[in-house]
């Protein structure tokens, strides 16, 4: 994982992105890399659309909540968003808008054994957890009786 995020750091970097922390490799043995935020990551940085595993965070803006949402829907994946906001129209039709299996109202923890988990597009085919997620073992049959 160190090796794949340093180069999407790096591509990012080469590009224009500012780092705001981290950044690199942390100490010591293993595969392990720095928290990262990047600012002004440019829109043609791999980082912003390749699926990265590791703690980085990249931060592009935007002018309208369509390019937001363009952007974010653009992705191949869609396994969760986060969405921070006090307006909570403008949250609501963001949430509706965006193309993903999960997302957070301001919260960066979407995760609970009694909701479903999964993604979208390539991030995901069906739900684990919650009742979706036993409906994906089941299989219903209807049977009609004349007695």
């Not at 002004?40 to 935007?62: D, Y």
């Not at 992705?75 to 006090?86: D, K, N, P, R, W």
Request: charged letters at 20%; one cysteine or more.
């Amino acid at each position: 994982m160190c090796i794949f995020s340093a180069e999407l750091v790096d591509d990012a970097v080469e590009k224009g992105a500012e780092v705001v922390v981290g950044g690199s490799k942390g100490d010591g043995a293993g595969y392990f890399y720095q928290p990262t935020v990047l600012g002004s990551v440019p829109k043609n940085a791999r980082v912003l659309s390749e699926e990265i595993f590791g703690p980085v965070a990249p931060v592009a803006t935007f002018s309208t909540e369509q390019e937001a949402l363009d952007a974010a829907n653009s992705s191949e994946f869609g396994l969760v968003a986060y969405v921070f906001t006090e307006n909570f129209s403008r949250a609501i039709r963001v949430l509706e808008g965006l193309e993903v299996g999960m997302a957070g109202l301001n919260k960066g923890l979407v995760s609970n054994p009694a909701a479903p988990f999964g993604g979208v597009k390539q991030s995901g085919f069906g739900r684990e957890g919650g009742f979706e997620g036993i409906e994906e073992y089941l299989e219903t049959k209807y049977i009609g009786i004349d007695v």
